[in-house]
Structure formats: structure tokens, C-alpha cells
């Protein structure tokens, strides 16, 4: 059964960089079928998609992070990161990260999401 | 980006109740549309894809319907283990975007 764990620090400051990392159980992040993706989730705005990475490193990301995020994989440890520069008090959430599928008009875009991992929360304070 | 508004934000029903949640794109989506199940403290789970296909190990008391920009997720015999909140999720242009979540309690 794949399972996805997110880590990383629950405090980040003001301006500072965000890290998460993915680890993925159950299965292989190399697989041709899928993608793994971020989304973050707060009472304000709700679920956010954040990005997708495939295996062989080709991202897609939400032109509302565009310039803040960047996601990559590393296939020997099974796991995907997420790094968001300059974080502001607006990026408290909750982070996910997920398996994500492959569909659309021409059968290669990210469509759905699942399953996810449990979440992480992230809080940004000084 | 494509708004999706889903309504209403909350309701309740009775238990064995029927359930209907809507949700509107702001332009034409296709079928390109998932549904998502978030029970308290936990994370989403996609229950339908497609607008109507059911994911494996789904059960059939939860359906789905709808293409273009209107969409109507069902849950029948509506149980206590149901109370979650459900949301839509767009995929026909990125980003994926997320309707606000229905939360459904019973009456």
C-alpha cells in the first residue's frame, strides 16, 4: 500500500526558506504512471496546489508560486522536496504532499491527487 | 485560473439521508473533475475522478455527475462515518484548482 510522509521544521521566520521533504513507501517515485505533487491547505484560502514533479525532474507549478517554489526528486532515496523562498505569515498552512496522476486532453497532465500523506503543519513566526 | 464555487458550504441531513453537493466551473471543464473526501485531522481522499468514476475501493453510495460547468456529487444512506467535508477539484487547465468544501453533518 503506498504511503507518502511529509518532514520538515514546523516554525519557519519571516523571509526565511521553507523545506519539505516527501518520502515515499509502497511503491517506486519512478513509476511512468504518475506524478507527486504539493499542496498546502489554511482557513483562509482553502486548498492550494503548489506544483507537481515527475521522476525524470519535469515540474509544473502554480504561476501564484511560481517565483517562491521549487520541487524536485531524488530517485536513490525515493523521496520529492519542496523549498518556498521568502515566506511570509500568508504561508502558514498545512502542507501535503501526494501522488498525483496523469489524464487530461492529451493523457500527460496532472488530474488527480491521492493518496496523501497525513500533513505537516507549517507556521510562520519570528 | 479556473473558480470553482461549491454549494452550500455546509448542510446536514439525517442519517440514511441522500446528499446532493453542487459545484460550478467558471468556464467549460469537460468531465475533468474530481471529488475529494476530508474526514476531521486527516487528509483528503480522492472518492471520485472523472466526474463519475468511482475509486477503487469507493463505496457505490457515493456518485458523481456533470460535464461542461455544472456538477453534482451524491452521497446516498447518508452515516455518521460520512461527516466530512467534500470538495471539488478542476483539471482541465493548470493550476489545479480546488472548490471552498461543502461540510456535511448530521442532522
Known amino acids: 500500500q503506498l504511503q507518502l510522509q511529509e518532514s520538515g521544521p514546523g516554525l519557519v521566520k519571516p523571509s526565511e526558506t521553507l523545506s519539505l521533504t516527501c518520502t515515499v513507501s509502497?511503491?517506486?517515485?519512478?513509476?511512468?504512471?504518475?506524478?507527486w505533487g504539493w499542496i498546502r491547505q489554511s482557513p483562509g484560502k482553502g486548498l492550494e496546489w503548489i506544483g507537481n514533479?515527475?521522476?525524470?525532474?519535469?515540474?509544473y507549478y502554480n504561476p501564484s508560486f511560481k517565483s517562491r517554489v521549487t520541487i524536485s526528486v531524488d530517485t536513490s532515496k525515493n523521496q520529492f522536496s519542496l523549498k518556498l523562498t521568502s515566506m511570509t505569515a500568508a504561508d502558514t498552512a498545512m502542507y501535503y504532499c501526494?501522488?498525483?496522476?496523469?489524464?487530461?486532453?492529451?493523457?500527460?497532465?496532472?488530474?488527480?491527487?491521492?493518496?496523501w500523506g497525513q500533513g505537516t503543519q507549517v507556521t510562520v513566526s519570528s | 485560473d479556473i473558480q470553482m464555487t461549491q454549494s452550500p458550504s455546509s448542510l446536514s441531513a439525517a442519517v440514511g439521508g441522500r446528499v446532493i453537493i453542487t459545484c460550478q466551473a467558471s468556464q467549460d471543464i469537460s468531465n475533468f473533475l474530481n471529488w475529494y473526501q476530508q474526514k476531521p485531522g486527516k487528509a483528503p481522499k480522492l472518492l471520485i475522478y472523472d466526474a463519475s468514476n468511482l475509486q477503487t475501493g469507493v463505496p457505490s453510495k457515493f456518485s458523481g455527475s456533470g460535464s461542461g460547468t455544472d456538477f453534482t456529487f451524491t452521497i446516498s444512506n447518508l452515516q455518521p462515518e460520512d461527516i466530512a467535508t467534500y470538495y471539488c477539484q478542476q483539471y482541465d487547465h493548470l493550476p489545479l484548482t480546488f472548490g471552498g468544501g461543502t461540510k456535511v453533518e448530521i442532522k
Open positions: 509502497g511503491g517506486s517515485i519512478t513509476s511512468n504512471n504518475y506524478y
Open positions: 514533479i515527475y521522476y525524470s525532474g519535469s515540474t
Open positions: 501526494a501522488r498525483g496522476g496523469k489524464g487530461g486532453w492529451y493523457g500527460n497532465d496532472p488530474n488527480w491527487l491521492d493518496p
